[in-house]
């Protein structure tokens, strides 16, 4: 079965096809904006036009931009060749690359924007210890339970905490999507944000006054 994968929650912008396990060819670049420009021409770039017997894309959380934008192309691409798209949680992948480098549980940090850092703890065999949250950087490196961090924020959160912590400075990328277990891979499509909307709904007003 020939996989295509897809990861654009974050600064970098990647897609992969595997056959089986195997990577038949990918790209990754980190280019912080442009991924709607730069993520349909880097799949054409790939063997065959990326075509694939299924999809799996980063559900997030991440950029809500970002996120979008591949569950978008994910979505347009299995309706195109009649194939399934599953997603994938973006803190998973992140989680299964730093335990390639560094064997044992691990706490993943990514950027979460308007200053908050993405945490989430991970148990040894890769299950979740928690849900992920979008916290302060001192509170995020509270909530850290391991000495092995992975992810973009990895090196801030290591500073905030006392004593030996290795710091892996990671970004998703779906050059390593063959490392997800398929258990992490779902139908559901529903975008993990992370956090709350950043736009508020008014309240109603009741005859010109603020209820």
């Known amino acids: 079965m020939r996989t295509l994968a897809i990861e654009c929650a974050t600064e970098a912008c990647s897609a992969a096809l595997f056959d089986g396990s195997a990577l038949v060819d990918g790209r990754c670049e980190t280019i912080g904006r442009g991924h709607a420009e730069r993520l349909v021409p880097m799949i054409a770039e790939l063997p ?19 996120v979008r934008i591949g569950l978008a192309a994910a979505r347009a691409l299995g309706l ?21 480098v560094q064997s044992g549980a691990v706490t993943v940090c990514m950027n979460g924007g308007h200053g908050e850092y993405f945490v989430q703890n991970f148990a040894a065999e890769g299950t979740a210890q928690d849900e992920v949250r979008s ?35 990671l970004l998703p990328d779906a050059n390593y999507a063959c490392l997800l277990d398929d258990a992490y891979l779902s139908p559901d499509l529903t975008p993990i944000y992370g956090r709350g909307p950043d736009a508020k709904v008014p309240m109603p007003r009741v005859r010109g006054r603020d209820l």
């Open 80 to 100: 195109a060749w009649g194939v399934p798209v599953l997603g994938y949680p973006t803190l998973y992948l992140v989680r299964a690359r730093g335990s390639e």
């Open 48 to 66: 065959g036009r990326g075509r694939a017997d299924r999809i799996v894309v980063s559900l997030g959380p991440g950029s809500f931009t970002g």
């Open 135 to 169: 916290l302060p950087p001192e509170q995020a490196a509270q909530a850290a339970r391991h000495r092995v961090i992975a992810g973009n924020r990895a090196q801030a959160v290591a500073d905030l905490l006392d004593g030996e912590v290795l710091a892996l400075e």
